[in-house]
């Protein structure tokens, strides 16, 4: 008997990154676990990850290629070999190429993986080569990147190892024990200090449970306290002049912008209480240091952007840079010199492409949208869109057209891979090689892969690989391997890899960027924002000149695409459907909607195991205020109906006083096909973009609930 353990790093989109070993016995994964020596995950696994190896082993993997033999969407498969899956998808690709050109062909992808080279990137080289219509991905924080950028540049911000040193935190729309746990004792370490921690958050939630102070807001109200807690600073000189006079442009202009918003008007639209927001705002500004994490979820309304632009001048009014400790949070990951060009090849693109945003796949694919020509066939990779995307009836109807060739390359038998024409296998993490940046933390891993591939399938890398061989690409760069793709995913020759070489990476599994110690920085003590101006600005320089600078992960994408003006001052933005906003439709459907990250599901990743399932709930759950469940006759337990005029899903009732009355909560991540009732909390979600960078809008949703 042998047994080895093997250094990795978990895959998923998710801010921690964890470093993993796994325990190999002869030639299976018998285990995994945290690896103890990291500095910030520090040997623990969320329960998303800590029994990985039933995710490998399961009986439920594709192993093989399969090709459909049923109706589509049916999940009736006939196992293939790899050769002939590959001259189909060959022999389509050319038809269609020599017929309606190479955009009638569409990839998606997102980030079912978040390594580098074989995460959310991989495919785009040979998409671009082949000229096929750009899937634009704004998801996740496309709006809140484009803001953050106009705000103070593409700053790592504060070392999220630093908050042991804040004494005054603020976590806005982050639910850190379910989304970035590994940050929590940071926190705590804080916390134990002497810091207090407050939560924003519609919802009390795990997190909130044990903070010193849950202020509940309003779903898309948060730019409304934002803009509120400015007026305040200025108006009662809490600001710290030095550092506005020094490092900052555009003070005069916001003093005038925030004039119009009133605390008053702030307590309104929130929900918050008038002396609340007069207290919080006074803590803040006068408990240096000050430290604010923002959260994915701040930019999903209609304002979202202009959430993050007015959250993203607070810290720079009150000094907070000044610092360590101070300042903001959002994405540790500008800090990773990733040669995102190299990854995505754009260069390769034709000189007139089309681009089509993926929140809009389902009007895409029914002919909804003004395509010639229309997109022929799909092809998926990373991404689960039947159980994540909004319009989800759209979406099914042009997955089942008998004339769109569907190729889904996966680890299951997904709601989306039911209607593949071509079904892939797919390796995970513990059968493949990768480099993984983090959006969570300043180091760098490396994932060793730990066993042979199972069955037949092959990582994302080889899929394209074969894919560019079997259409007779021969260009050496559609051919690397994975150890040469790994050496070009970085700028090592960048100063935060001073001291970090490949071998060493591969040998213990991550090493910190060289970047200075967290008890150590304070980045903008002195300002040098990565600006235009080297300063916060207030005023953006960005949104005057329109030269927006496209967030990562994403082509073909330039400014907000509206054709619009972007206003340099922030500003508030009301949601586009609360009883405020849209009083009639809230006649109709008078409940606000939000889908947060699942504790035990990333995305959709897990939503079909039996582990997770257990620690989420079998069924799809939906939490009410007792109010809201009385007036409707639902109790705990009642099985229910949520709908509105875009679609309708079934749950099961949870009455909580943990929402705010108004508010219902259905925790996203469940499948169409795993709960058995239908579809998923998205088929309500609306097709709206936001305000900043086509970010879509999960929670700015009004719905009704009601018995079935």
């Known amino acids: 008997m042998s047994r080895t353990t093997v250094v990795g790093a978990c895959p998923h989109d998710c801010p921690d990154t964890c470093s993993i070993l796994t325990t190999v016995e002869d030639g299976k994964a018998i285990a995994v676990r945290g690896n103890p020596d990291h500095p910030f995950t520090r040997g623990r696994l969320c329960v998303k990850v800590n029994n990985y190896q039933d995710r490998v082993y399961s009986d439920k993997r594709v192993l093989y290629p399969m090709r459909r033999s049923g109706p589509k969407g049916s999940g009736q498969f006939t196992r293939i070999t790899w050769d002939e899956a590959l001259a189909e998808i060959a022999a389509k690709f050319k038809d269609i190429i020599a017929t309606d050109g190479a955009q009638a062909i569409l990839p998606y992808s997102y980030l079912g993986t978040q390594g580098i080279i074989n995460g959310l990137n991989v495919g785009d080289p040979l998409f671009n080569k082949l000229g096929a219509t750009v899937s634009e991905r704004t998801f996740c924080d496309s709006g809140s990147c484009t803001a953050y950028m106009m705000t103070i540049g593409h700053t790592p911000g504060v070392d999220p190892e630093a908050f042991i040193h804040s004494k005054y935190i603020i976590l806005w729309a982050c639910n850190t024990l379910s989304t970035n746990s590994h940050h929590w004792p940071f926190i705590e370490q804080a916390k134990k200090n002497g810091a207090k921690l ?285 150890d040469e793709m790994i050496a070009q995913s970085m700028d090592w020759t960048s100063p935060v890899m001073e001291g970090i070489d490949l071998e060493t990476l591969k040998d213990k599994g991550y090493l910190r960027l060289n970047m200075p110690a967290a008890g150590e920085w304070a980045p903008h003590r002195d300002g040098n924002f990565p600006t235009p101006t080297g300063k916060c600005e207030f005023k953006s320089t960005l949104a005057e000149t329109g030269n927006f600078v496209a967030p990562l992960f994403r082509q073909g994408y330039n400014g907000d695409q509206s054709g619009e003006p972007v206003d340099p001052l922030p500003h508030y933005i009301a949601p586009n459907e609360s009883p405020a906003s849209a009083p009639a439709l809230a006649g109709k459907y008078p409940l606000s909607l939000i889908s947060p990250k699942s504790h035990a599901f990333l995305n959709s990743n897990y939503g079909n195991l039996p582990a997770q399932l257990a620690q989420a709930g079998e069924e799809q759950a939906v939490i009410l205020h007792p109010s809201d469940a009385d007036l409707r006759g639902i109790t705990a337990g009642t099985p229910i109906r949520v709908f509105n005029d875009r679609g309708v899903f079934e749950a099961f009732a949870t009455v909580s006083q943990d929402v705010m009355p108004g508010v219902v909560v259905a925790p996203a991540g469940y499948w169409q096909r795993s709960n058995r009732r239908g579809p998923t909390v998205h088929a309500l979600t609306p097709p709206a973009f936001a305000d900043l960078g086509r970010a879509p809008t999960f929670s700015d949703v009004l719905v009704e609930v009601a018995p079935t």
């Open 198 to 482: 407050v939560v924003i958050d519609p919802v009390r939630t795990r997190t909130a449970r044990l903070a010193d102070w849950h202020i509940p807001i309003r779903p898309g109200t948060d730019g409304a306290l934002a803009m509120a807690m400015m007026h305040i600073i200025i108006k009662e000189g809490l600001i710290d002049r030095d550092y506005i006079d020094a490092h900052t442009v555009g003070f005069a202009e916001l003093a005038e912008r925030v004039e119009q918003y009133t605390p008053e008007f702030a307590s309104a639209e929130t929900g918050i209480p008038l002396e609340d927001i007069y207290q919080l705002t006074r803590e803040y500004a006068s408990t240096p240091p000050a430290v604010i994490r923002i959260g994915v979820a701040v930019e999903r309304h209609a304002g979202g952007g202009q959430t993050v632009r007015s959250i993203a001048c607070l810290p720079a009014l009150v000094g907070a840079w000044k610092h360590v400790g101070g300042g903001l949070l959002q994405l540790p990951i500008w800090a990773f010199p990733v040669n995102w060009g190299g990854l995505m090849r754009p260069d390769l693109q034709p000189e007139k492409m089309r681009v089509i945003n993926s929140w809009q796949l389902g009007p895409a694919l029914i002919g909804e949208l003004p395509l010639d020509p229309p997109i022929r066939s799909l092809f998926v990779y990373n991404a689960n869109p039947m159980s994540m995307v909004s319009q989800q009836g759209k979406l099914e109807a042009g997955l089942a057209r008998d004339d769109l060739f569907t190729v889904v390359s996966e680890h299951f038998m997904t709601d989306t891979a039911r209607y593949a024409d071509i079904l892939l296998p797919a390796t995970t993490q513990l059968e493949q090689k990768d480099i993984m940046f983090s959006w969570g933390h300043l180091y760098l891993s490396y994932n060793n892969p730990a066993i042979e591939p199972l069955g037949e399938a092959v990582p994302n890398t080889e899929l394209f690989r074969r894919v560019a061989g079997a259409l007779g690409i021969d260009d050496p760069f559609f051919h690397r391997s994975d």
